[in-house]
C-alpha cells in the first residue's frame, strides 16, 4: 500500500496523485509539486489515503511543500500576469496575421514556462510568433492548439438547462458520446437540441446512459404485439420509460382503443437491445441533413475527444 494526495491544477481538470511524505495535508489546501511542465501550485482535492501499489503510476512523485502565504502571492501575481500576457499576444497574432483564436494563457508557478491555448481550423505556423514572444517575456513559449471542447471548458458558459457547464465545474474528462445514447433516451435527433455551447453532442447524455438501457430492456418495441392482462393482442402504440407503462392499441367489440398498462402488466418476449433505428429511405429530408449533422459532430468527437488541457 500506498499513501498519496489527490492534486488538481485548474478548475475540473484532471486529478494527479503525490506522495504526501509526512506533510498533514488537507482537502482544500494548496501544494507546490513538481510536474512534467515544471514546479506547479495545485489545490488538494482529496486527503491522505492508501491504495495498492499497482493503481498508482510510479515513480510517485512528492509534494514538495505546503503552500505559503508567499506561494499564495505568487500564484495570484502570476494570474495578474497572465492576463497582460493574453493582451500582448492577441497583439502579436494580428501583427503576424495568423489565423488562429486565442483563448488562454498560462505561466507555470515557477515562470520557467508561459502556455498559450487557441482553437484554429486547420495547421498553423506560429514559429515567427513564438520567437516574437520568447524574445517579450524572456522565458519559453509553447502554444498549444486545442480543440472547441477544451475552449468551452477554459471559458465557462450557461446549458440549455440554465445551470454553468459541467466541463468546467466538475468533469474532469470529456467522456465518448455517441448519437445511440440520444436515441436510447427517445432524444429529438435535432442538432440544435443536443448539442452544447462548444457545438458537439452534449456530455450529459452519457449521465444516464446506463439507466435508460436498462429500463429499456425492460421494455417492448413501438410497433411490437404484446398479451394484455386480459387475455387480448395489441400493438404498442408508445411506451414511457421512466415510468415503465406502455400505450397498446387493442380491439374490443370492433373497435379499437389505446389502453394504458404497466409493463409488468403485459406478456411478450423481450429484446436483449432496444431498437431505435430508423431506416434512412423513411426519414424526410430535414431529418436525413439533421442525422449526417450528427453523424459528423460524433466523428468529430471520435477523431479529437480528448482533452489537451492536461499534461502534468
Do not use: W
Not at 494580428?94 to 495547421?123: C, P, V
Not at 466538475?170 to 432524444?187: D, N, R, Y
Not at 435508460?212 to 410497433?223: D, F, I, M, S, V
Not at 408508445?238 to 406478456?267: F, H, M, P, T, W
Amino acid at each position: 500500500m500506498q499513501k498519496i494526495v489527490g492534486v488538481r491544477f485548474r478548475t475540473a481538470g484532471k486529478v494527479y496523485f503525490f506522495s504526501p511524505l509526512d506533510f498533514n495535508i488537507k482537502r482544500t489546501d494548496h501544494v507546490i509539486v513538481e510536474t512534467a511542465r515544471g514546479v506547479e501550485y495545485g489545490s488538494v482535492v482529496g486527503g491522505i489515503r492508501e491504495v495498492e501499489d499497482e493503481k498508482v503510476v510510479q515513480p510517485l512523485k512528492p509534494v514538495i511543500r505546503v503552500a505559503t502565504p508567499a506561494d499564495d502571492e505568487q500564484q495570484k501575481k502570476n494570474r495578474e500576469k497572465e492576463k497582460e500576457a493574453l493582451k500582448i499576444c492577441h497583439e502579436k497574432i494580428r501583427h503576424h496575421q495568423l489565423d488562429m483564436k486565442l483563448i488562454d494563457a498560462e505561466y507555470t508557478f515557477d515562470n520557467n514556462k508561459l502556455l498559450f491555448y487557441f482553437t484554429s481550423d486547420g495547421r498553423v505556423d506560429f514559429r515567427e510568433l513564438v520567437k516574437d514572444l520568447a524574445g517579450v517575456f524572456r522565458t519559453r513559449i509553447e502554444l498549444r492548439q486545442i480543440g472547441v471542447r477544451d475552449e468551452t471548458k477554459i471559458l465557462g458558459g450557461i446549458g440549455i438547462c440554465g445551470r454553468p457547464l459541467c466541463c468546467h465545474t466538475h468533469l474532469p474528462e470529456f467522456a465518448p458520446v455517441s448519437i445511440k445514447m440520444a436515441k436510447e433516451q427517445g432524444l429529438s435527433l435535432n442538432p440544435t437540441k443536443i448539442s452544447g455551447v462548444c457545438g458537439r453532442l452534449m456530455c450529459c447524455l452519457k449521465n444516464e446512459e446506463e439507466t435508460y438501457e436498462e429500463l429499456n430492456r425492460k421494455l417492448p418495441g413501438t410497433g411490437d404485439y404484446v398479451t394484455t392482462p386480459e387475455g387480448m393482442k395489441g400493438e404498442v402504440h408508445s411506451v414511457n420509460v421512466l415510468r415503465q407503462r406502455v400505450k397498446v392499441i387493442v380491439e374490443e367489440n370492433g373497435e379499437k382503443e389505446i389502453k394504458d398498462y404497466a409493463v409488468d402488466e403485459l406478456k411478450f418476449k423481450r429484446r436483449h437491445h432496444k431498437d431505435n433505428n430508423k431506416d434512412r429511405k423513411d426519414m424526410t429530408e430535414e431529418e436525413k441533413r439533421e442525422m449526417k449533422e450528427l453523424e459528423r459532430m460524433e466523428k468529430q468527437d471520435a477523431n479529437g475527444g480528448k482533452s489537451k488541457l492536461d499534461d502534468n
